[in-house]
């Protein structure tokens, strides 16, 4: 067998505007029998010895930035935020991978899982890598809201694009 070549779609929602999603099996849901086909495909490779290491999510290749995707918000204090709601059902846990990820220095930016309790980051200009490049941890759940907050006047400095998102079964 040959490694899972389907994905699942995660569904990008305005925060304010769109209702989560409600139903099990949305457009972009792994179905339940793809995700059995998975776990099939990795005990078939786990006892051959396959290489590559263990698969613990499937790549969703995506291109999104917050100059296409996602709302900006001015707050009391001034600042601009970005928001984008990231939802793949079925997931158990969620990572991210940007490809580009360059902020100006008042730049601030944290993933938040649906319980409001997990979070990852908060990533600033101290994250910059010479890749250019941002890969988080797991954040447990099936959602998360990106929040991305600058100074007044910068936002044209930030520069940062969301390439991968892991749906972690």
């Known amino acids: 067998l040959r490694r899972a070549s389907r994905r699942p779609e995660p569904r990008l929602r305005h925060p304010e505007r769109d209702q989560p999603a409600g139903a099990r099996h949305q457009p972009g ?21 396959t290489p590559g290491g263990y698969r613990f999510a499937i790549a969703r290749d995506v291109d999104i930035s917050p100059l296409d995707h996602g709302a900006w918000e001015r707050g009391a204090d001034a600042r601009w935020t970005w928001r984008l709601k990231v939802e793949t059902p079925d997931a158990v846990h969620l990572n991210f991978g940007f490809a580009r990820f360059k902020l100006p220095p008042s730049a601030r930016m944290i993933i938040i899982g649906a319980d409001g309790r997990a979070a990852l980051g908060p990533y600033t200009a101290a994250d910059q890598l010479p890749t250019g490049q941002l890969w988080t941890q797991v954040l447990n759940g099936s959602s998360a809201l990106i929040e991305l907050s600058v100074a007044d006047g910068e936002q044209d400095q930030v520069d940062v694009r969301l390439s991968r998102i892991g749906h972690g079964y």
């Open 29 to 49: 849901a792994v179905p339940v029998d793809d995700q059995d086909r998975i776990a099939l495909e990795d005990s078939l490779a786990d006892y051959k010895g």
